[in-house]
């Protein structure tokens, strides 16, 4: 399988920076699974959409890599942090810079709908969060998901989209984050 493998903390010492290279691993070891790979912290780019879409602001070299690396894809993993019940500022800036319209949906004429213009293609992300699930899900509405999951992958025809959700990481042991990295290298191994 052609996966596209995100690491969208900030952060390279991070638990998620160490996860999406748990994965990275399972999937490449013999020869797997082809995979590219992208630390968003080492991409050069403005992760400002300065003008919206009323006026095109020209894609970097890095960005408009990144849109070939999509295309080119059947799967793609984003690992990130839960921040603020959303993504962290980096990931939500590549996803303004790169899932542009003509690139990852085409508005119709004279309709409410579009066109998801990056299906075929499958998800899966990993992620972070300090809260316990239940938490998340029943006082937050499990915004986060909800938003990245239909208004921003299943949008663009990302299906299916999948997660992995490590919990509590502040009061989790160093014995906790051994299994969260052996469950994402099987992951990896699996490209699920």
Same mark, same amino acid.
């Given at each position: 399988m052609k996966i596209l493998l995100l690491d969208a903390h900030p952060d390279p010492a991070s638990l998620c920076a160490g996860l999406?290279?748990?994965?990275?691993?399972?999937?490449t070891e013999g020869g797997r699974h082809e995979v590219r790979f992208a630390a968003l912290r080492e991409l050069h780019f403005n992760p400002v959409l300065q003008h919206g879409y009323r006026q095109r602001t020209e894609l970097e070299a890095d960005l408009l890599g990144q849109q070939e690396s999509i295309r080119w894809?059947? !799967?793609l993993v984003v690992v990130t942090p839960l921040w603020w019940m959303s993504a962290p500022a980096l990931l939500k800036g590549y996803f303004d810079r790169v899932f542009l319209p003509g690139f990852a949906f085409k508005y119709r004429d004279d309709s409410p709908l579009w066109d998801r213009l990056l299906s075929g293609r499958s998800a899966r992300v990993i992620y972070t969060q300090?809260? @316990?699930?239940?938490?998340?899900?029943? =006082? /937050? $509405?499990?915004?986060?998901? /909800?938003?990245?999951? !239909?208004?921003?992958? $299943?949008?663009?025809? =990302?299906? @299916?989209?999948? /997660?992995?959700?490590?919990?509590?990481?502040?009061?989790?042991t160093p014995a906790t984050r051994e299994h969260w990295l052996a469950q994402t290298r099987r992951l990896g191994e699996t490209a699920g």
């Open positions: 999406a290279r748990s994965y990275l691993g399972g999937a894809c059947e !799967h300090d809260s @316990p699930q239940w938490f998340a899900r029943f =006082f /937050r $509405g499990d915004a986060f998901w /909800r938003a990245l999951n !239909h208004g921003t992958l $299943g949008f663009a025809g =990302f299906s @299916p989209v999948r /997660r992995t959700i490590f919990a509590q990481v502040r009061k989790s």
